[in-house]
């Protein structure tokens, strides 16, 4: 408590005054949604939705005020097509930029032109993963995942001209996510206000990213882990860290991997073994039991850590237990909620089409700046719908095996489920490991030209 306290007291003294941000959480027929996690991400503030869907926390004061946050904006993308909204005027301006912001096509029209839909940018498969979209009124930021295109950001035009091309877009960004949701952010570009969330139900016929489907969040604030521990090199050391987090709507449960047994690097920055993509593709996978508190099996199956499939643009996806090197052996399909892996992530959610090598690291795994968000760790994961625990609720996960073909050891090791290993020594594999809370990194809005960046 005294920690706390103290760290309070030094954020106090830097900002000079802490205010409240409040709103309410709906879903898309207007009915409250209680629950709801409500992050800040630059300071990881969070607060969860009353029955009423309201909440409120506390943000940072800022100098200069803005608009409040518009939760739709002036356009929708549907069909393969920028769709403006009724009573548009004035121009529009479209922008095109790939992972690392380089602008790859741009377009200007009039909202007339556009009332019959505009059509999206032609690229590459994978190359396009984000658009900049300026009416009259708006900017908007779109990210392409999994073959559709979702907002991420929004403020208004005057805002932007007011604050000047080098000036701070917001404060913070804050997401709202509950399971069975997709993850809506919103700008926070004032130190008070109202901000409202409609969220839409989450529908993938694939993996989705843990910010997506909101299971990092629910990782993040209800997570316990537990160590299983193997051979690996003639000595007993952990192999399997596998997370469980109960919240009131779903049990979420996250494997990783000690990059030891095996990791996502392969081709020619392959660390410490020869490894390649297509071995990743081929029957990586593994298989747990989920029990509820009676002991009964509530899921039993394989997950697929990554498989070629059109399903996806850019031809491989994590199908979970329903495909590739998934199946379920023992539970309802219906109480499976979403599902994903760290190398679907790696492809789908931040655009990294890396099919012969993977990006450069180091034994600490240490970021390759050119791929900042490649995560080296293979995890897996599965959310299920918390009424499928019955009333004694959730019991226990286990893993049964894993396959990697191959690992860097042992191809098959038994595992025991024993205490942590002594956290950030050498004897912790997963000292490097840093869950990616933030979102792929998006071209601000005043700090991109409007002639692009070529």
Same mark, same amino acid.
């Given at each position: 408590m005294i920690k706390i306290m103290f760290l309070c007291c030094i954020l106090i003294w830097n900002i000079q005054s802490q205010i409240t941000i409040s709103g309410n959480v709906k879903d898309k027929s207007g009915n409250a949604l209680k629950d709801v996690i409500l992050t800040l991400e630059r300071y990881t503030t969070t607060t969860l939705t009353d029955a009423t869907g309201n909440y409120s926390l506390y943000a940072l004061s800022v100098n200069k005020k803005a608009p409040a946050a518009k939760a739709i904006s002036d356009f929708s993308i549907k069909n393969g097509k920028i769709i403006p909204e009724a009573g548009l005027t004035g121009t529009i301006s479209i922008e095109a930029f790939n992972?690392?912001?380089? !602008?790859?096509?741009?377009?200007?029209?009039? @909202?007339?032109?556009?009332?019959?839909?505009?059509?999206?940018?032609? /690229?590459?498969?994978? @190359?396009? $993963?984000?658009? !900049?979209?300026?009416?009259?009124?708006?900017? /908007?930021?779109?990210?392409?995942?999994? +073959?559709?295109?979702?907002? *991420?950001?929004? $403020?208004? *035009?005057?805002?932007? @001209?007011?604050?000047?091309?080098? &000036?701070?877009? @917001?404060?913070?960004?804050?997401? &709202?996510?509950?399971?069975?949701?997709? &993850?809506? !952010?919103?700008?926070?570009?004032?130190?008070? +206000?109202?901000?409202?969330?409609?969220?839409?139900?989450?529908?993938?016929?694939?993996?989705?990213?843990?910010?997506?489907?909101?299971? &990092?969040? !629910?990782?993040?604030?209800?997570g316990v882990n537990q160590y299983f521990w193997g051979d690996l090199e003639g000595k007993d050391k952990p192999i399997v860290m596998i997370t469980h987090a109960v919240s009131a709507d779903a049990v979420d449960i996250q494997v990783v991997f000690n990059p030891w047994f095996f990791d996502l690097t392969y081709g020619t920055n392959a660390l410490g073994w020869k490894h390649t993509y297509e071995q990743l593709v081929k029957s990586d996978h593994v298989a747990i039991d989920i029990q509820n508190g009676n002991k009964e099996i509530v899921f039993s199956g394989k997950l697929d850590l990554i498989t070629a499939s059109a399903k996806s643009p850019s031809g491989y996806a994590c199908l979970g237990p329903f495909g590739g090197d998934g199946a379920i052996s023992t539970g309802n399909p219906a109480?499976?909620?979403?599902?994903?892996?760290?190398?679907?992530?790696?492809?789908?959610?931040?655009?990294?089409?890396l099919f012969k090598n993977s990006p450069k690291t180091d034994t600490m795994y240490t970021p390759d700046p050119l791929y900042p968000n490649w995560q080296f760790y293979p995890i897996y994961r599965i959310s299920l719908k918390k009424s499928a625990f019955g009333q004694s609720g959730y019991g226990s996960v286990q893993m049964s095996y894993c396959h990697a073909s191959p690992s860097k050891d042992k191809e098959t090791v038994n595992v025991t489920e024993k205490l942590p290993p002594l956290t950030g020594t050498p004897q912790d594999p997963f000292r490097y490991y840093t869950p990616n809370l933030t979102v792929v990194k998006i071209p601000p809005v005043d700090t991109i030209p409007y002639g692009g960046v070529d």
């Open positions: 992972i690392n912001g380089v !602008r790859i096509h741009t377009n200007t029209l009039t @909202s007339k032109e556009g009332l019959s839909g505009i059509p999206l940018p032609k /690229s590459n498969p994978g @190359s396009m $993963t984000i658009l !900049r979209i300026k009416s009259n009124k708006f900017i /908007s930021i779109w990210k392409q995942s999994c +073959g559709q295109y979702n907002l *991420v950001y929004m $403020t208004p *035009v005057s805002y932007s @001209s007011s604050i000047g091309r080098n &000036a701070a877009m @917001s404060i913070d960004t804050l997401r &709202a996510t509950k399971a069975g949701y997709k &993850a809506v !952010r919103l700008p926070v570009n004032t130190a008070s +206000g109202i901000i409202n969330f409609i969220l839409d139900s989450l529908k993938s016929e694939i993996g989705s990213n843990p910010i997506d489907d909101g299971s &990092a969040d !629910r990782i993040a604030k209800y109480d499976i909620i979403s599902y994903g892996s760290s190398l679907d992530d790696n492809i789908n959610y931040y655009g990294y089409h």
